[in-house]
């Protein structure tokens, strides 16, 4: 599950790398939201490691996701 971090080497793709207040799920190539659907078909039909591989993934994705609302929000308090 922690080798799925690596998907975070799309972010280097991006120009600039790291930009204050964008969120990464839509923006960087692998964290695309067809990409994310494949990661959910990989839940559904892929066994073993690619199963683990594709959860993970996904949950990377979900964090990604709430992680860039929590601090928007918690930036507005």
Do not use: C
């Not at 923006?27 to 490691?49: A, D, E, S």
């Not at 959860?55 to 964090?63: A, D, E, K, S, Y």
């Amino acid at each position: 599950m922690l080798a799925t971090m690596l998907v975070d080497v799309d972010h280097v793709l991006a120009t600039p790398i790291f930009q204050e207040g964008r969120s990464s799920i839509g923006f960087h190539p692998l964290h695309t939201y067809p990409m994310i659907f494949l990661y959910f078909l990989g839940v559904l039909f892929l066994r073993g490691n690619y199963r683990i591989i594709a959860i993970g993934l996904l949950f990377h994705m979900f964090t990604d996701f709430q992680d860039f609302y929590f601090w928007r929000w918690l930036m507005k308090l």
